[in-house]
């Protein structure tokens, strides 16, 4: 978790938003270590009943029904939108960003 959250740091320049900010009605996707972009979909292999989860709003609330423990935040960007969330009971630490973070990494 530490090598994500130092990538994040560095390469998002990260800031805390006020909780209550929106979340841009953007396609989503999931940044990984290296800053290669994957579909939310992608998730599918720790949890096959994920549907059509496309945001991390609806990620998160997935995953207080399942009665796991999760925190997030907004992030600030240069461009787009980021949201980490972190679920430690299942060793996740995601970072969820829309296309314009991915425009130099093509989005599988």
């Known amino acids: ?5 130092a990538f994040m ?3 998002l320049t990260v800031v805390q938003l006020a909780p209550g900010s ?3 009605a953007d396609r989503w996707f999931l940044l990984a270590r290296h800053g290669e972009c994957s579909s939310i979909r992608s998730l599918e292999r720790k949890f ?3 549907g059509n989860i496309a945001e991390p709003d609806a990620f998160v609330k997935f995953m207080v029904a399942k009665g796991l ?3 997030s ?3 600030r960007v ?3 939108s980021a949201f980490e969330v972190l679920v430690p009971e299942r060793e996740l630490s995601l970072l969820f960003v829309t296309a314009e973070l ?3 990494a093509e989005a599988r």
């Open 1 to 5: 978790m530490r090598t994500v959250q």
């Open 9 to 11: 740091a560095s390469a």
């Open 22 to 24: 929106a979340l841009a």
């Open 48 to 50: 096959p009943d994920i």
């Open 69 to 71: 423990k999760v925190s």
């Open 73 to 75: 935040k907004s992030v």
């Open 78 to 80: 240069q461009a787009g």
């Open 102 to 104: 991915c425009s130099k």
